[in-house]
């Protein structure tokens, strides 16, 4: 009876022991993530709410708010300039995304298959330079040789197409596709490399009885390398048209959206709407917008990458 | 190797000829510099007589001694507190795998999908009213939680591959959460903490947006930021304009020859990871 009671005892103070313990641990879990946590929501998460809460006022930043419902995202749709700017953003994953994984897969084929010695390594550390330095650097570099008197014009003078040159950055034909160019320079060697290290991974065994067989570059670019990199290729697009969609800097510093409103993308159209006009509520419904784009382009490839994965 | 001798000429030239696209805007910017201040050279002529003090003149306007002090200033303080706290996290979600451990990653996993541009309206209303506008805390604070959802899904991608024995064996001799942490666990994880530090100090040091908008001094901006106002004063003079440019870049240059091989990794696996 006595030892009975005496492990009961036992046991209840154990449980209660090991809850407690439990119950400590998790606070103590918790406190770790906290910092993190706070600071993220402070000023991402919150930033991302009020965002949306003031896409539905009228608003210069300091006077009154006015309760406006969905009229600026009426405008977004209805004002050619705030529209093109979404049309531009496409352009723009076109020209900073789906070119750049597109030749970037050619060249990493070409390296794998030609130059897997010395030549390739000096090439990937080169055409990766540009990855590291600011694209504002970009930006001016670019500006200067996309000028009247720059090296572009030279060298198509140089060649006889003397005809054709132009201040590119200034042409309302030509300043997207110019942009595009920049985007290309310094995202070419960030896809080579990261897709080069995807065909290493694969078997060299199926390069090997590809060549035996006598299949041509195209061929094994066909059959081996694009299929096995399906996961790359998702990863790469994903980055690349994050970053495309949100686009700001190469831009800013090279056209600022000009001439008139060609190359204007939504993060320049936000800078200025918010910063220069002063209509903070339009901006921010323009920003909920481009968040929902980014969403919407982003899930199918997910998608796609992430059964290829499993 | 089974290629022919033609084709392997041909992916050669083509390689050479892509190196050579990347390279010359460097060659053209660094020729064009040492032309004579205000005057517009063409694209890649050498010049007659090279003026080498345009790289003084631009190191004196562009006030590199302050910007590289700032820079450096808003890195050391950015990079260290955003790997602790990512890692401090990473460690709870991943390896103590609190309750709601998964809501936390999503919600963390949900701000890498986040453009820039749509949240910096907010960022600056809210540093306006806590008057922490146009000082460098401006740029790091933000900067830091922007890390958050990469970092923290990083530092969680390392520790929840980390066997359970290491912990288990550690709590038999009594080690609290944090001895876990601190001494065991962030040891062995010294090789992604690199590799982030590194990634991380990249970004801040290239960042432009935050600057642009949150801080007008320039001397208190980023290495990114402060290139943007010196384009906005000297877009006119090209020649000193592309010798300020080159001292910019400079340091980024010989730290990226210098350490080509970690950055291009930690660059990669963070994509991959992304």
Redesign the interface.
């Known amino acids: 009876m006595v030892l009975d009671d005496h492990s009961a005892t036992a046991v209840v103070s154990r449980r209660t022991r090991i809850s407690k313990r439990v119950r400590r641990e998790i606070v103590v879990g918790w406190l770790f993530v906290l910092p993190a946590l706070l600071m993220y929501a402070v000023f991402v998460l919150i930033p991302f709410l009020l965002s949306i809460h003031y896409s539905f006022f009228r608003w210069d930043g300091v006077g009154p708010m006015t309760w406006v419902g969905l009229k600026n995202y009426v405008t977004v749709f209805q004002v050619p300039d705030l529209l093109g700017t979404i049309v531009n953003a496409f352009w723009l994953v076109v020209w900073f995304s789906l070119i750049p994984v597109g030749l970037g897969l050619v060249v990493a084929s070409v390296i794998h298959r030609v130059a897997p010695g010395r030549l390739g390594a000096i090439a990937r550390t080169v055409l990766f330079l540009p990855q590291v330095i600011p694209l504002v650097a970009a930006g001016i570099i670019w500006g200067w040789l996309l000028a009247l008197p720059g090296l572009i014009n030279q060298i198509l003078k140089a060649i006889g197409l003397g005809s054709i040159t132009r201040a590119w950055l200034g042409d309302f034909d030509w300043a997207l596709p110019s942009v595009g160019v920049i985007g290309i320079w310094v995202l070419l060697g960030f896809c080579t490399v990261l897709l080069l290290t995807g065909m290493t991974k694969v078997d060299p065994a199926l390069y090997e009885s590809a060549r035996i067989d006598g299949a041509g570059w195209f061929r094994e670019f066909v059959d081996i390398t694009i299929p096995l990199l399906r996961y790359e290729i998702g990863v790469c697009l994903t980055v690349t048209v994050i970053n495309a969609l949100a686009a700001f800097d190469i831009v800013y510093v090279s056209t600022a959206g000009g001439p008139g409103n060609s190359t204007a993308v939504p993060g320049i159209q936000i800078y200025i709407l918010a910063f220069t006009e002063r209509q903070i509520g339009l901006a921010s419904a323009l920003a909920v917008m481009l968040m929902i784009l980014v969403v919407i382009v982003i899930i199918p490839i997910q998608r796609l990458s992430q059964e290829i994965k499993q | 190797?089974?290629?022919s001798r033609s084709?392997?000429w041909a992916?050669?030239a083509?390689?050479v000829s892509?190196?050579v696209?990347?390279?010359?805007?460097?060659i053209?910017?660094f020729t064009?510099a040492l032309h004579p201040s205000g005057t517009?050279?063409?694209?890649?002529d050498w010049p007659a007589n090279p003026q080498w003090g345009n790289f003084v003149e631009a190191f004196k306007v562009a006030q590199m001694p302050a910007l590289l002090v700032s820079s450096t200033f808003i890195v050391l303080a950015v990079v260290p507190v955003s790997i602790?706290?990512?890692t401090?996290?990473g460690?709870?979600?991943g390896l103590?795998r609190?309750?709601g451990a998964s809501v936390?990653l999503s919600?963390?996993v949900f701000?890498?999908?986040?453009?820039?541009?749509?949240?910096?309206?907010?960022?600056?209303?809210?540093e306006r009213a806590i008057r922490i506008y146009n000082t460098r805390l401006a740029i790091v604070?933000?900067l830091?939680?922007?890390y958050?959802?990469f970092?923290?899904f990083w530092m969680r991608a390392h520790f929840v591959n980390m066997p359970t024995e290491i912990s288990e064996a550690a709590r038999v001799d009594g080690a609290t959460?944090?001895d876990l942490?601190w001494h065991i666990h962030v040891p062995l994880a010294r090789p992604p903490i690199a590799s982030l530090g590194i990634l991380m100090s990249?970004w801040t040091?290239?960042q432009?947006?935050l600057a642009?908008?949150l801080v007008e001094d320039p001397t208190q901006r980023t290495?990114?930021?402060a290139?943007?106002a010196f384009?906005g004063h000297y877009a006119t003079d090209?020649p000193l304009?592309?010798a300020g440019?080159l001292l910019?870049?400079l340091p980024?240059?010989i730290i990226?020859i210098l350490f080509?091989r970690q950055?291009?990794t930690a660059?990669?696996q963070g994509?991959?990871k992304?």
Do not use: K
Request: aromatic share 12%; charged share 5%; net charge positive.
């Open positions: 190797m089974r290629v084709e392997l992916g050669r083509f390689l892509l190196m696209f990347t390279i010359l805007p460097f053209s910017i064009t517009v050279p063409n694209g890649l602790i706290i990512s401090m996290a460690f709870a979600i103590l609190i309750p936390l919600l963390f701000g890498l999908t986040l453009p820039f541009p749509g949240i910096i309206i907010p960022i600056y209303i809210l604070l933000p830091i939680a922007l958050m959802p970092a923290v959460t944090w942490f990249v040091w290239n432009f947006l642009l908008v290495m990114a930021g290139l943007g384009q090209i304009l592309c440019t910019i870049l980024t240059l990226f080509q950055i291009i660059l990669l994509s991959v992304g």
